[in-house]
């Protein structure tokens, strides 16, 4: 109730102005026969109050919000679902009277961007009748618990965590115990299935009260263009990518067919699920060493190097912020390192999905992390510290323009770092005694194109399963069936077997309970090779690409905090353009990139029958 009495003020101020200047015109007869509209002087005074107002209210959310994350219980979900609620009133309250200024002539550049951003950036928006926004709120936060406080019981009595089901679908290569740790953590999200479909109907609901067709329009308009326009953008960059991604999964397929057996791994077949080595078959470094170029191994293992130099999870986050300082970034602040979550608590529920916060839009950046000790995860360090250093980089922004200049740059920045971990970094870092020699070349690209080739199906295909949702092409009965439809056309990837009929599996992906857009990690694997590219030149890089770290170069460092302190305060392609020359995102520069594995994968798959 406060908080929409907050929002509704500055209509009150607004039209308080209004109406004085009426009194004005009133001198004139003509004119006072006429209801003068806002001004654009009312739309700016406007959007500084809704910035203000919804400043606040994120912050007193996002601080919750981390409460719940920290220690998952039945009273910090209700809590955090209160928060929740106030603030999507607040979002829904201002977009709707955002629209009021919408034939309002002589608008300055950043007002006319701001109202924009009001009406349309609403990640899950809810109906304007409180009893649904309620509870909207209330289902968010139940899909969040049965995610968070997921778990898989064997036989035996003994539960597993979602972490260790992952172990065991990284590790093991006997193909029963994959099955089943694949098909027990899909038990976590049959429950969430009905609960996901009333969200949709609330957040389509909201999002037509604010004049979008349906959540996913709203979700497209996102990018500084034509929100119809942004599928085919997508499109052209997949078109520029699939040769590679199916030469790779031609060669993967017919490792797994040789450890595995053609009865499971059938030539011509999309590959089953549980075989990748990740629990979504969203990357595959697990499986490196099944598919590994024979006579080119990178020569090192960076997992083993972290365990066999003690590394922990402090000093993995230590290092990441070091490669930011080499950059020319300011240390953390003494806060990052007492506030952040690095290690599972052994006594309580935490999110364990790793994530970067940005409490007070100042300097309270955290990190919360169930860090291992492993190659993957001091890749992700980097990706969450990237986080972290743009949103101190756009802090003295207004509140609207302390964001990313599209999402997909903000998933980019971090992984733009991970790809300067080369054998020469290492060695610097005294964790390699030698730089190997090019030999191993194929090795290290086979390494990357297992996460950064692999993924790109799977993060371009969450979404288009959820646009489809959101339009209502599919109902509940069809959910299943459609998840799996297009992880064969985008990945080439099946269930292990046939799923039960109350599946939901998409609910056993951590984004789509907890309502994350998805094509922003599309985006990002492009992005972050058109980043390395460029910074790599600034920082005189004249080997090839892939052996290149930017590590220490202060001059690479001035030209990304260019970009990142812009926030979002001009439209993307400016953005890129100051950090690569370019204003247009283009999957050129991940295709040099990996041009030496593309020319032996396809050698390789000479006479075999690729494809799905
Ligand atoms: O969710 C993440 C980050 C947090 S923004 C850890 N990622 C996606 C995922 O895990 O599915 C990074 C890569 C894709
Ligand atoms: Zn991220």
């Known amino acids: ?53 919804l400043a606040e209210l994120g912050q007193h959310n996002e601080r919750v919000a981390w409460v719940l994350a920290n220690f998952i219980t039945e009273d910090t979900e209700l809590l955090a679902a209160r928060a929740s609620e106030q603030f999507t009133a607040a979002q829904v309250a201002v977009a709707s009277e955002a629209a009021r ?128 326009e942004f599928p085919g953008e997508l499109d052209r960059l997949w078109e520029q990518v699939s040769p590679l991604y199916e030469a790779l999964h031609c060669h993967v397929r017919a490792q797994l067919q040789e450890v595995y057996g053609s009865e499971t791994v059938a030539a011509g077949e999309p590959i089953p699920a549980h075989l990748l080595g990740n629990m979504w078959a969203q990357s595959w470094d697990n499986i490196y060493d099944l598919v590994a170029p024979p006579q080119s191994d990178a020569g090192y293992d960076l997992t083993e190097i972290l365990l066999d130099k003690e590394y922990n999870a402090l000093k993995m986050v230590r290092t990441g912020e070091a490669f930011f300082s080499s950059l020319g970034f300011e240390p953390l602040p003494e806060t990052f390192w007492s506030r952040s979550l690095f290690v599972k608590p052994a006594d309580r529920d935490v999110v364990c999905h ?75 870092l005294d964790l390699l005694e030698q730089v190997p020699d090019a030999s191993g070349d194929l090795g290290l690209l086979m390494n990357q194109a297992l996460g950064k080739i692999a993924f790109l199906p799977f993060g371009l295909m ?50 789509v309970p907890g309502n994350t857009p998805y094509t922003r990690y599309f985006l990002a694997h492009i992005l972050q090779f058109q980043f390395h590219r460029a910074l790599c030149e600034i920082a005189g890089n004249e080997g090839p690409i892939h052996r290149c770290s930017i590590y220490n170069s202060e001059a690479a460092g001035e030209r990304l905090n260019a970009m ?49």
Not at 22 to 41: F, H, I, R, S, W
Not at 138 to 145: D, H, K, M, Q, T
Not at 489 to 509: C, I, M, N, S
């Open 462 to 511: 969450v979404d288009q399963w959820r646009w489809k949702v959101f339009a209502g092409e599919v109902g509940p009965e069809g959910y299943n069936d459609l998840w799996w439809q297009l992880r064969e056309q985008y990945q080439g990837v099946r269930a292990p077997r046939e799923r039960p009929a109350d599946a939901f599996d998409p609910g056993a992906k951590y984004h």
């Open 101 to 228: 200024f919408n034939d309002v002539e002589g608008l300055d550049y950043d007002t006319a961007r701001k109202l924009n951003m009001l009406k349309s950036g609403i990640v899950i928006p809810a109906p304007m009748d409180p009893e649904k926004t309620s509870e909207q709120a209330e289902i968010g936060a139940r899909l969040n618990g049965l995610y968070g406080r997921g778990s898989y019981c064997l036989e035996d009595g003994d539960c597993l965590a979602l972490g260790q089901l992952e172990d065991i679908i990284g590790e093991s290569r006997d193909p029963a115990e994959l099955l089943e740790a694949w098909e027990g953590w899909r038990t976590v999200s049959p429950p969430m299935k009905d609960l996901y479909a009333r969200q949709v109907e609330l957040a389509n609901e909201g999002a037509a009260e604010l004049g979008f067709d349906d959540l996913g329009t709203m979700w497209r308009s996102a990018y500084d263009m034509d929100p119809a």
């Open 564 to 612: 990142l302190e812009m926030g979002r305060s001009r439209p993307w392609p400016e953005a890129l353009e100051a950090l690569t020359g370019s204003p247009e995102m283009d999957a050129t520069a991940i295709l040099d990139y990996f041009a030496p594995l593309q020319a032996w994968l396809d050698e390789q798959n000479t006479g075999r029958q690729c494809g799905w």
């Open 354 to 428: 790793a994530s970067a916060w940005d409490i007070d839009e100042q300097d309270d950046l955290r990190i919360k992390m169930c860090i291992d000790v492993n190659a993957e995860d001091f890749n992700t360090i980097h990706h969450e510290l990237g986080h972290n250093y743009y949103q101190r980089a756009y802090k003295d922004k207004s509140y609207l323009y302390r964001s990313s200049a599209n999402d997909g740059f903000h998933e980019a920045v971090g992984d733009t770092l991970s790809l300067s971990i080369t054998p020469e970094y290492l060695a610097q």
């Open 1 to 53: 109730m406060n908080i929409l009495n907050r929002i509704v003020l500055p209509c009150a101020c607004v039209l308080a102005l209004t109406a004085c200047e009426q009194q004005n015109d009133a001198a004139e007869p003509v004119a006072a026969a006429l209801p003068a509209g806002p001004t654009a002087a009312d739309a700016a005074a406007f959007v500084a109050d809704a910035e203000q107002q």
